[in-house]
């Protein structure tokens, strides 16, 4: 309860201060890759949705705390062995976004956006594609992933529009077998919010 309390002082004074607060629904698609500095190992893009809920504070810079569930996936293939994976993660993802609108009219915004991602994983999944037997292992895959997201919006009424990628920082997948893979997640992400305050 207190913890609620103060994140409401926070986003009473945050509106205050910066003059203008949205709060909103959103929804979107979106496309994951696991990179790695494995010659032998292929990596391709496979599709993924997530959920959840944005924050808008201030008027032509503004900040954009967000919270949602994503599911990614994305597909591992080993060319000598001829293994295939396919590598499903579920995360909370909570970006924090610094926000420019260099069109403001009344009835349409357009905007640039940048900021850090914080992703905790709450379930994950391998599966094998192949009859060979796959290397990373659930085991492999990190709890909690960090990002920078770039992007662009348009805003019409109460509806937004963003489109978004997502570079990874650090190692998803640990380490297979001791060796390291360099697994960056590098992600696209479109979604549509709907302003509800």
Do not use: C
């Not at 990002?147 to 297979?176: H, T």
């Amino acid at each position: 309860m207190k913890k609620l309390i103060l994140f409401s002082v926070f986003l009473l004074s945050a509106e205050i201060m910066f003059g203008q607060f949205d709060f909103g629904l959103k929804a979107g698609y979106s496309t994951s890759k696991l990179s790695t500095d494995i010659d032998t190992v292929k990596a391709s893009f496979k599709p993924g949705f997530h959920i959840g809920v944005f924050a808008r504070i201030g008027n032509k810079l503004y900040i954009q705390p967000e919270a949602y569930y994503t599911l990614q996936t994305s597909e591992l293939n080993g060319d000598v062995t001829n293994w295939g994976e396919k590598v499903t993660i579920g995360s909370i993802d909570i970006p924090v976004l610094l926000g420019y609108k260099f069109i403001d009219a009344k009835v349409a915004k357009a905007r640039l956006m940048a900021g850090p991602v914080a992703s905790f994983v709450i379930n994950r999944k391998i599966k094998q594609m192949e009859d060979a037997l796959g290397p990373v292992k659930e085991g492999d895959l990190s709890n909690t992933n960090w990002a920078i997201q770039v992007g662009a919006g348009v805003d019409v009424f109460s509806l937004s529009l963003d489109v978004r990628y997502q570079f990874g920082l650090n190692d998803v997948i640990k380490e297979v077998q001791t060796q390291s893979w360099d697994s960056k997640n590098n992600v696209w992400v479109v979604s549509i919010g709907y302003k509800i305050l």
